[in-house]
């Protein structure tokens, strides 16, 4: 007698024995051997009362799946391989799953070592998430730079800069591998966390990295309620409805960079102070409204000043700001930044309006329609 994919089933308890890539669909009695790769509980309330499930991570040498467990065996931890009896599977969004219930058999092996193989999916960058950990994306590389540090008396080097695809751009790390600017690679096993309210990758020692013969150019224009993440190199356009009253210039530590209140930085006193414009405003694009944040980088080649000349313009860079950003339709390259409860942006660079993006958001509309 045969399974449902055609493996044989065991006579005697009529379950299947399978192997991970081997579970696919909605099955019943299934056993194999895998190993847990990772065990957490959450408690939950519901019409019977508060009770708690397991969930995590188990594979074999085939690949790996997340499983739920009503019930799961005190002693087991992560790194165990354990044989499983009459589990099962399911779909649940667009993935499969092991469940293990009352019924399950969930036994240790003690001893006993098995290799897994990671399987990833394949996301945009819009899509990163610290749900989904370990991803496998494909992006252009820029800004990337190394530095050395010592640890346990070795030279390591960590590489940063950035990874930018059609939908985002975010911070990428890459710990002792190095990744040639202006190249696109495919990177698979990349970590996925959250870094100074923004999403960003790591590539570790298991990570696997491919050259890909192809270009990618980058335009990325979004509507307001189409970003729900911190997402960044984003271009939006729209109206400044408001133009916050401290903007303007304010004294920062030329050594770690905080805001003064007095001019003196408490922690580097004898080092000097440097000029900065802070302003912050409110986006509206016709969908949804923002809070903004900009900085010298971004204001200073807008209303068009140099660096050195801040102090000269000290008593009007609020008329300035004023006259140049409230009422006024512009262009923002900015980064999503993640808030308690909302998204705020993080501007980049500010540009006027030109006809041909009119022309972009009129042709993006009529799509909408």
């Avoid at 790390?173 to 190095?178: A, D, E, I, N």
């Avoid at 040639?180 to 996925?192: C, L, P």
């Avoid at 979004?222 to 984003?234: H, T």
Wanted: charged share 30%; hydrophobic share 35%; proline share 4%.
């Amino acid at each position: 007698m045969a399974g449902p994919n055609g493996k044989p089933l065991n006579k005697h308890k009529g379950y299947e024995i399978m192997k991970i890539n081997e579970m696919q669909g909605n099955l019943n009695n299934v056993e194999g051997k895998v190993k847990i790769l990772s065990v957490d509980k959450r408690e939950i309330t519901t019409s019977r009362g508060d009770t708690v499930y397991y969930y995590g991570l188990a594979g074999d040498e085939t690949g790996v799946l997340p499983y739920t467990a009503w019930e799961f065996p005190a002693p087991i931890k992560p790194g165990d391989v354990v044989q499983i009896k009459y589990a099962k599977t399911k779909v649940y969004n667009d993935r499969m799953r092991l469940y293990f219930d009352s019924k399950t058999e969930i036994m240790l092996k003690p001893g006993e070592e098995m290799e897994v193989k990671n399987t990833y999916k394949d996301v945009k960058l819009m899509d990163l998430t610290t749900k989904n950990p370990f991803v496998a994306v494909t992006g252009k590389i820029s800004n990337m730079s190394g530095k050395e540090y010592n640890k346990a008396g070795k030279t390591f080097t960590i590489y940063n800069g950035f990874i930018e695809d059609d939908t985002s751009r975010v911070r990428i790390s890459s710990f002792g591998k190095p990744l040639e600017n202006g190249k696109v690679y495919r990177i698979v096993g990349a970590r996925v966390s959250e870094f100074n309210k923004q999403l960003e990758i790591s590539i570790g020692d298991k990570t696997e990295v491919f050259i890909e013969n192809e270009d990618m150019d980058f335009q990325r224009y979004y509507k307001l309620f189409e970003v729900d993440n911190p997402a960044g190199g984003i271009t939006i356009m729209g109206f400044i409805i408001t133009l916050g009253t401290k903007s303007g210039i304010i004294k920062r530590c030329s050594e770690c960079n905080k805001p003064l209140s007095n001019g003196v930085c408490p922690d580097h006193p004898e080092k000097p102070t440097k000029l900065d414009i802070f302003s912050y405003f409110t986006l509206d694009d016709g969908t949804k409204y923002i809070q903004c944040i900009a900085g010298k980088n971004a204001i200073m080649p807008f209303i068009g000043i140099k660096e050195e000349e801040l102090p000269h313009y000290a008593g009007e860079i609020y008329r300035m700001l004023e006259e140049k950003l409230y009422g006024h339709a512009v262009k923002i390259n900015a980064d999503f930044i993640k808030n308690e409860e909302d998204l705020s942006l993080r501007v980049n660079s500010i540009t006027n309006i030109e006809r041909e993006d009119i022309s972009r958001e009129i042709e993006a509309n009529q799509q909408v329609k």
